[in-house]
């Protein structure tokens, strides 16, 4: 299986930039994911980016994708306390399957 | 739509109990895939399903078995159950593989003592 990695936990004071990191395995995977989940409930698609792209901007969000180190980043401004949750990047490589990051748990202090 | 829908959402077994998950979709979704997640260890693939009739293994199938007999169901069935398949499940369903988004259901946290 694919190995994608996270750190386990990030936390950031209301307002403040989050940058959530991941690094993934497969270069020839067409799409990266950023997937959130809130406490007791399943995952949720909160943006995704198109492997030929290096940026893309989605009101509070910026995903980061850096091909060559197969590093991708979820930036998120202006940290509210509801953007706390569990956040999960994917990778889909050839084939049926998505691989997701162990997550980072995303703890925003008021 | 309900989108996908699991049942129970909590259950606790004893050893050597079995199971079944109950995992429905509503979205004509072709791809149907099922998870577990365990504490700092991300999601894991346990099997995945590309059409009714159609299953096959993902990264973590022993000790588990599915069928897919309609577009819709996806029941995902723990044989002889041990304290390992301790673990919150989800199901999921997309249009297509490579397609941007899977669809979660709310997951079965199941424990084995």
């Known amino acids: 299986g694919e190995d994608v990695e996270q750190s386990l936990f990030l936390s950031v004071r209301e307002g403040d930039s989050s940058v959530i990191n991941c690094t993934y395995t497969d270069s020839s995977s067409t799409y990266l994911y950023w997937y959130k989940q809130e406490p007791g409930a399943g995952l949720q698609l909160l943006t995704y980016i198109f492997s030929n792209m290096d940026m893309k901007q989605d009101q509070r969000l910026t995903v980061l994708l850096n091909k060559k180190d197969k590093h991708l980043s979820l930036r998120i401004a202006d940290t509210q306390t509801g953007d706390s949750a569990i956040y999960f990047c994917a990778e889909t490589p050839p084939g049926n399957q998505f691989y997701f990051g162990t997550g980072t748990s995303l703890t925003v202090i008021p | ?113």
């Not at chain 2, 723990?78 to 397609?99: D, I, K, N, R």
């Open chain 2, 1 to 113: 739509n309900a989108g996908v829908t699991q049942t129970p959402k909590f259950r606790i077994l004893k050893i050597g109990q079995s199971m079944t998950l109950q995992c429905t979709q509503d979205m004509n979704h072709n791809y149907m895939y099922w998870y577990r997640q365990d504490p700092g260890m991300g999601l894991k693939l346990i099997y995945y399903s590309v059409g009714a009739g159609i299953t096959d293994k993902g990264e973590v199938p022993n000790g588990y078995n599915v069928s897919r007999s309609t577009t819709e169901d996806f029941p995902l069935r723990l044989e002889l159950a041990a304290p390992s398949q301790t673990s919150v499940y989800f199901c999921a369903s997309s249009y297509s593989p490579g397609s941007y988004e899977q669809y979660f259901g709310p997951g079965t946290r199941l424990t084995v003592t």
